[in-house]
């Protein structure tokens, strides 16, 4: 399978061809199908995605605006961990290694090798018989509620912003061990109206139900197992609830229950279907209770909070306001919360400046601080983006920000050597055309136009339909692409157009030889 895209000039010729192959698709298909593709072993989202409910190709979620990613959006572990088995991120670098396809025995019963080890070496009639618990691996219907559910939230809980914690990552998390000692999840201090299509354990955790009953979990409802759904989906969710609420069934009467739902179906009303942030995906609402129509959760009037949904107790103070300012550094950056990102910039600084005052230093912290400054003191974002760098606790894509941030701030002070040489390592392990255009100018401005056209020619191959990037490789900008050849043999002189003189002429701003 192969994804096109194509643009075109305003009499209709074409422009720039993108032809992608396929490597990946993901998702069960009950909903939707997405598709992966892959460009220099960068994988990258496809923006058309196949809808099940209207049996045909739309665009991919995040894509329903104009100017959007194209075939530019990366797809990083973080993206794929809930959508394969075993991934990891090759060092470095935001390419990944995808270890194990689809979702398999070990996301949620945990490493099998021992399990394994354990039956090979005993008979199957001995191994039914013990009658002793078998812990070489995770049973997750043993485990108690909180352990339970940190199986499932670890892909179903999404929230505001996530902080891993300190010195540990997502995927280090396996079943049995609680998923706050790898990650914290902050939530805002109000209730939010739209519902997400990963927000079911939040949803379901602000349940009169749940909150009243020890025994209510994932499992009481979804059987993982299961290859088929039932065969009467109404009177097995019915079921499910009148195994509580059979000596308190429903207040109104059959005759008006069914004048909404001819099946008497509980759901309709207490877990009724909603829209998403995803469009043509409707997901059923988790928060078991009365929904009434029209009723929408209220927005803050001032500035949010950001509160964790849960935190290990032995976190020390300083680790939870590492954690806290790292989140509104998160929140930040996101594009929901641009109203608030002044705010949150500000908590953040204090917050992270006052960790590093009392001397955690790590990769994260350093460069959080970075982002803070970058913009404001180019000094300062340098020297925090260097200490970043010389920890061994960034990812990839940590790694390629603080890049970015020190090669802005060494532009802004006109050093474009050490600029070339950061952002030289920056497209070594992301695939981003901003990164290449910038790269580009910097060769420009350092004398080296044929680099310099090298990757400006990258940079609109990633993102095809951005009018600067074309602006930049413009005939009048690049004296021709060339022109002057010095005999038929020999090398070629080429000069790049840059600037105008008062009198509206291009005057060449750099030569070399080809």
């Known amino acids: 399978m192969f994804h096109e895209e194509v643009l075109r000039d305003g009499q209709g010729r074409e422009v720039v061809r993108v032809d992608m192959p396929i490597r990946f698709l993901i998702g069960s298909g009950h909903f939707c199908r997405s598709y992966l593709a892959e460009d220099d072993a960068f994988l990258c989202q496809s923006p058309l995605t196949w809808y099940v409910s209207r049996q045909d190709w739309h665009m991919s979620p995040g894509y329903d605006f104009p100017q959007h990613w194209g075939f530019e959006r990366p797809v990083r572990v973080g993206c794929l961990y809930c959508h394969a088995g075993r991934v990891e991120e090759m060092?470095?670098?935001?390419?990944?290694?995808?270890?194990?396809?689809?979702?398999?025995?070990?996301?949620?019963?945990?490493?099998?090798?021992?399990?394994?080890?354990?039956?090979?070496?005993?008979?199957?009639?001995?191994?039914?018989?013990?009658?002793?618990?078998?812990?070489?691996?995770?049973?997750?219907?043993?485990?108690?509620?909180?352990l339970l559910e940190s199986v499932c939230a670890a892909c179903h809980l999404s929230t505001v912003t996530s902080v891993p914690v300190r010195g540990r990552k997502q995927t280090d998390f396996r079943p049995g061990l609680p998923l706050s000692d790898f990650r914290i999840d902050y939530r805002f201090d109000f209730d939010q109206a739209q519902m997400t299509v990963v927000g079911h354990m939040e949803q379901l955790w602000q349940s009169r139900c749940y909150q009243k009953s020890p025994e209510l979990t994932c499992l009481t409802c979804h059987d993982p197992h299961a290859r088929q759904p039932p065969a009467d989906r109404v009177a097995y969710h019915r079921q499910k609830c009148l195994d509580c609420h059979a000596s308190q069934p429903c207040k109104l009467d059959l005759a008006e229950r069914r004048k909404t739902t001819p099946q008497d179906s509980c759901i309709v009303c207490h877990m009724p279907t909603g829209d998403t942030g995803i469009p043509h995906i409707a997901f059923t609402h988790h928060?078991?209770?009365?929904?009434?129509?029209?009723?929408?959760?209220?927005?803050?009037?001032?500035?949010?909070?950001?509160?964790?949904?849960?935190?290990?107790?032995?976190?020390?103070?300083?680790?939870?306001?590492?954690?806290l300012g790292l989140a509104y550094v998160y929140a930040s950056e996101d594009v929901k919360h641009q109203r608030f990102a002044p705010a949150f910039r500000e908590r953040a600084l204090q917050m992270l400046e006052a960790t590093y005052r009392s001397g955690l230093r790590d990769g994260p912290v350093a460069l959080g601080l970075a982002a803070l400054w970058h913009r404001k003191d180019p000094d300062q974002a340098n020297r925090y983006a260097q200490e970043a760098l010389q920890s061994d606790d960034l990812n990839g894509d940590q790694r390629a920000y603080a890049l970015a941030i020190r090669a802005d701030s060494l532009i802004t002070v006109g050093d474009r050597q050490a600029a070339i040489d950061c952002l030289e390592e920056v497209v070594r392990i992301r695939r981003l055309a901003e990164d290449w255009r910038v790269l580009g100018n910097c060769y420009l401005e350092a004398g080296q136009p044929l680099k310099a056209l090298a990757a400006l020619q990258k940079a609109v191959e990633i993102r095809p339909y951005r009018p600067e990037i074309h602006e930049d490789l413009a005939p009048p900008a690049w004296l021709s692409a060339t022109t002057a050849r010095l005999g038929n043999t020999g090398p070629r002189l080429v000069g790049f157009w840059r600037t105008a003189s008062s009198d509206g002429k291009r005057i060449p701003q750099c030569f070399g030889l080809q």
């Open 91 to 146: 060092p470095r670098s935001t390419r990944v290694v995808i270890h194990e396809q689809a979702i398999g025995c070990e996301s949620c019963h945990g490493p099998g090798s021992l399990h394994v080890e354990r039956h090979q070496n005993t008979s199957r009639s001995e191994n039914g018989v013990t009658g002793e618990d078998d812990f070489t691996i995770v049973n997750p219907g043993k485990l108690s509620r909180p």
């Open 287 to 323: 928060r078991i209770g009365i929904h009434r129509k029209g009723s929408q959760a209220k927005e803050p009037s001032g500035v949010p909070n950001l509160v964790p949904i849960a935190i290990p107790d032995h976190l020390s103070e300083l680790d939870r306001q590492r954690s």
